[in-house]
Structure formats: structure tokens, C-alpha cells
């Protein structure tokens, strides 16, 4: 592949292409299963892979959406054995993910919780990247995308396998960026506390708002 026209310097930091296997979808209640990540340089040049189970309390949860039972997970290190290794290859680079905000949400918590931190300033996300470049497919799940390209699908729902469809997918919108001279939608990736406590506060004043409304009602009923 070509790589973009004019790199930015962000770009040039090069990307580290995510995906997780979770036992649900609250990333404060659930945990990571399975996690890949393949680190490409700039241009798309695969320079490593890496991808391992992770042994978490709670269970796999959805078991026919990622094939992955509790008996798979008995030996696997737990994340904060991983998290060394998962440093190493985040640090530097820019996440990439599809729906990146899900991925970077259950690894930030994940290394709150093993009392770490992953160094990460910005993520990628190849659904909004796909959007903005206006891409002809059907919808922008994965698979679909795939399709669009004509890029093979092995074992979908599995890290490492989502992670190599992903990498093509990632090279085919980062052409197209290139030729429409399109910028890279980044978004900065913020530690798990400070991202909740954001949360947190958008979802108590939406409930102020909600209460609000409802005492407006009252009163005009009252009329």
C-alpha cells in the first residue's frame, strides 16, 4: 500500500491495530478475554504481532459470539501478567481499533485495575474512518467492509483473526485518506478514571435535565 499524502507528525508515530474479546459489554462489570494487537509502521508495514488469552473472574459470557469457554481460559495469564507486554507494544503508536471507543474503554479499565496505566495519547477508529471517506459499502461492520475489498474472513470474533482483517481494512482506508487528502479522524484516548468520571458527570446532568422536565410537566399540569 501507499501511505497517506503528507503524513501528519502524529502519523508518523505509526499504529498499533487492536482488538478485544470481552465477556460482556459494561466495561466496569465485564472483562477482557482476549486480546491482539499487530504494529504497522506508517506505511503498513506489518513489524510484529502478538496475541494471548487473559483469565478474568466472571466467566467468558457470550460463549456462541466468541467460542471462548472458561475451559480455554484456565491457563492463560491474567491481565496484569500481560500488561508489560501490552505497554511495550501500545507505547508510541496510535491505537487502532473498529469501534476503537469499546476496545480502548475495556483495556483502560482493565489497567486500572491491574494499577497501571497503557501509554496511549490517540486511537483510530476505522468505523468513523470508513464513514468519513464515504466508503460504498452496505453497512461499516467489519465483516462487511471486508467484503467490500474482498479481504478474507477466517474466524470472525476472534482477536487475532479480526486484528489481520482489520490491518487490510486499515491499509485500504488509509489509501483512500490518501488519495481524497483526508485528514485522520484521531481522538484522544484518556485514562480509565478521568473517561468515567466524564461519564459520570454527563449522565447526572442528564438526569438533572430529566428531572427537570418532570417537575416542568407537574407544574403545568397543575394548572
Same mark, same amino acid.
Given at each position: 500500500? =501507499?501511505?497517506? !499524502?503528507?503524513?501528519?507528525?502524529?502519523?508518523?508515530? /505509526?499504529?498499533?491495530?487492536?482488538?478485544?474479546?470481552? !465477556? /460482556?459489554?459494561?466495561?466496569?462489570?465485564?472483562?477482557?478475554?482476549?486480546?491482539? #494487537?499487530?504494529?504497522? !509502521?506508517?506505511?503498513?508495514?506489518?513489524? =510484529?504481532?502478538? !496475541?494471548?488469552?487473559?483469565?478474568?473472574?466472571?466467566?467468558? /459470557?457470550?460463549?456462541?459470539?466468541?467460542?471462548?469457554?472458561?475451559?480455554?481460559? %484456565?491457563? @492463560?495469564?491474567?491481565?496484569?501478567?500481560?500488561?508489560?507486554?501490552?505497554?511495550?507494544?501500545?507505547?508510541?503508536?496510535? &491505537? #487502532?481499533?473498529?469501534? $476503537? #471507543?469499546?476496545?480502548?474503554?475495556? &483495556?483502560?479499565?482493565?489497567? @486500572?485495575? @491491574?494499577?497501571?496505566?497503557?501509554?496511549?495519547?490517540?486511537?483510530?477508529?476505522?468505523?468513523?474512518?470508513?464513514?468519513?471517506?464515504?466508503?460504498?459499502? %452496505?453497512?461499516?461492520?467489519?465483516?462487511?467492509?471486508?467484503?467490500?475489498?474482498?479481504?478474507?474472513?477466517?474466524? @470472525?470474533?476472534?482477536?487475532?483473526?479480526?486484528?489481520?482483517? &482489520?490491518?487490510?481494512?486499515?491499509?485500504?482506508?488509509?489509501?483512500? $485518506? /490518501?488519495?481524497?487528502?483526508?485528514?485522520?479522524?484521531?481522538?484522544?484516548? &484518556?485514562? $480509565?478514571?478521568?473517561?468515567?468520571?466524564?461519564?459520570?458527570?454527563?449522565?447526572?446532568?442528564?438526569?438533572?435535565?430529566?428531572?427537570?422536565?418532570?417537575?416542568?410537566?407537574?407544574?403545568?399540569?397543575?394548572?
Amino acid at each position: 500500500m =501507499s501511505a497517506p !499524502s503528507a503524513p501528519t507528525p502524529s502519523l508518523r508515530r /505509526g499504529f498499533a491495530v487492536v482488538d478485544v474479546e470481552t !465477556s /460482556g459489554l459494561d466495561p466496569t462489570k465485564h472483562r477482557v478475554i482476549e486480546v491482539a #494487537v499487530t504494529q504497522l !509502521s506508517p506505511a503498513g508495514v506489518v513489524e =510484529s504481532e502478538w !496475541s494471548t488469552l487473559v483469565r478474568a473472574r466472571g466467566g467468558t /459470557g457470550p460463549v456462541h459470539i466468541h467460542g471462548l469457554t472458561d475451559h480455554d481460559l %484456565r491457563d @492463560a495469564p491474567t491481565f496484569a501478567e500481560v500488561a508489560g507486554t501490552l505497554r511495550g507494544l501500545l507505547e508510541g503508536r496510535i &491505537l #487502532v481499533a473498529h469501534n $476503537a #471507543v469499546f476496545d480502548w474503554t475495556f &483495556l483502560a479499565h482493565e489497567a @486500572a485495575r @491491574a494499577h497501571t496505566s497503557l501509554p496511549v495519547e490517540e486511537r483510530l477508529c476505522t468505523v468513523t474512518l470508513a464513514r468519513q471517506l464515504g466508503i460504498p459499502s %452496505r453497512n461499516l461492520r467489519l465483516g462487511t467492509l471486508a467484503e467490500h475489498w474482498g479481504i478474507p474472513v477466517t474466524q @470472525a470474533h476472534r482477536a487475532a483473526d479480526d486484528v489481520h482483517v &482489520l490491518v487490510d481494512v486499515l491499509r485500504q482506508c488509509l489509501d483512500e $485518506a /490518501g488519495r481524497q487528502r483526508s485528514p485522520l479522524p484521531l481522538e484522544q484516548c &484518556l485514562p $480509565a478514571a478521568r473517561w468515567w468520571r466524564l461519564a459520570g458527570v454527563a449522565h447526572r446532568w442528564k438526569r438533572r435535565v430529566r428531572r427537570a422536565k418532570r417537575a416542568t410537566t407537574r407544574a403545568l399540569g397543575r394548572r
